[in-house]
């Protein structure tokens, strides 16, 4: 794989935790690795992996934008993901009510 196949993963497993990325790689099918490895290295190797914003705000822009988009089915894995990003409870209920 690629260097930003590898950051990503690193950031993955930081965000994300190595237990919940450990079940989803269990969970691969053929069919999932093209999509796997473009999330993995374009969200989580470029955007996540970017220093300019903490993973703090990164974390409070992925949850606002993920209940804007109606994205819902996403959202309990990056409210369980702020134990590690540093959002708070309140952190995430004012990217709610924004």
């Known amino acids: 794989m690629s260097e930003r196949y590898d950051d990503g993963m690193a950031t ?4 994300l935790g190595d237990a919940h990325v450990d079940r989803a790689e269990a969970g691969k ?6 999509f ?12 996540w992996s970017d ?3 903490p993973h703090r705000e990164r ?3 992925t949850l606002a934008l993920l209940a ?14 702020t134990r590690n990003t540093g959002a708070s409870p309140d952190d995430i209920m004012q990217a709610f009510l924004h």
């Open 68 to 81: 804007a988009t109606g994205n819902f089915e996403e959202i309990p894995m990056h409210v369980r993901a």
């Open 36 to 47: 796997q490895t473009m999330i993995t290295e374009g969200a989580w190797g470029t955007l």
């Open 51 to 53: 220093p300019r914003i």
């Open 59 to 61: 974390s409070m822009l």
């Open 29 to 34: 099918t053929a069919f999932d690795v093209p």
């Open 12 to 15: 993955r497993r930081k965000v």
